[in-house]
């Protein structure tokens, strides 16, 4: 598609389950960025998947979120025993690897309800 | 440890004034200086940005100027219209593993009123 494209857009889950969010780049976009905004809050970074490297994974607030990028392409953010305070709204953007002047581009998030 | 803030989380302009948005950041490592719009049930639409090495850039109503002795940039808009109204997220932007690495400011909503 054109876009970055979500999934689910919405998600209500019971505090202990746990919950998988998909993010769908832009083809040909090698960078890949996780961020959650939680309410009254701005963007905070969770990860950051670039080509082949390593990913960062410098703003993952426990060892209950996990992500994945399969095939350089489609990523997979995975929250364990879910709690309250995960409730967000959860943004990915792509960009090209030289972006740092031109931004990325968001898809339109996944809101988690956990109760 | 927040490296990029904007201090003011709302500001109302009359519709045809300017609006002035205002960021402030603390590393003096970041090379690219962005500004993202967003409107409720959306993701950040990227707007303007600028590099580290410029002092103002300029793209039709939007204009971002940096002061980087003072580590602070602003957002102008001119003349503001009643669909400016949104949240704008001032963000920076360093390089890191290939790729760069954007960190946010926590928005400042702006009401333009008609």
């Known amino acids: 598609g054109a876009g970055v494209s979500q999934s689910p857009s919405n998600k209500v889950t019971e505090k202990g389950k746990d919950v998988e969010l998909r993010c769908d780049p832009i083809s040909g976009h090698t960078a890949l960025y996780w961020y959650r905004q939680s309410l009254g809050q701005g963007l905070e970074f969770l990860i950051y998947f670039q080509g082949n490297s390593a990913p960062d994974k410098s703003g993952l607030p426990s060892d209950r979120f996990s992500a994945e990028r399969t095939g350089g392409s489609v990523s997979t953010l995975t929250i364990q025993r879910t709690q309250q305070e995960d409730s967000a709204v959860y943004l990915c953007?792509?960009?090209?690897?030289?972006?740092?002047?031109?931004?990325?581009?968001f898809g339109s998030g996944t809101r988690l309800t956990v109760v | 440890d927040q490296q990029v803030k904007q201090n003011s989380p709302s500001l109302s302009v009359q519709e045809g004034r300017i609006s002035i948005l205002n960021c402030d950041y603390t590393n003096s490592m970041f090379d690219y200086f962005l500004w993202y719009k967003k409107y409720p049930a959306e993701g950040p639409t990227f707007l303007i940005s600028i590099s580290s090495i410029k002092d103002k850039n300029e793209d039709g109503r939007f204009t971002v100027f940096l002061n980087k002795s003072a580590k602070h940039l602003s957002l102008h808009i001119v003349p503001s219209q009643p669909g400016d109204s949104a949240v704008y997220f001032c963000a920076a932007s360093a390089p890191r593993s290939g790729g760069f690495k954007t960190i946010f400011g926590a928005g400042t909503r702006l009401f333009v009123k008609a």
């Open positions: 953007a792509s960009s090209f690897s030289s972006a740092g002047g031109y931004g990325y581009t």
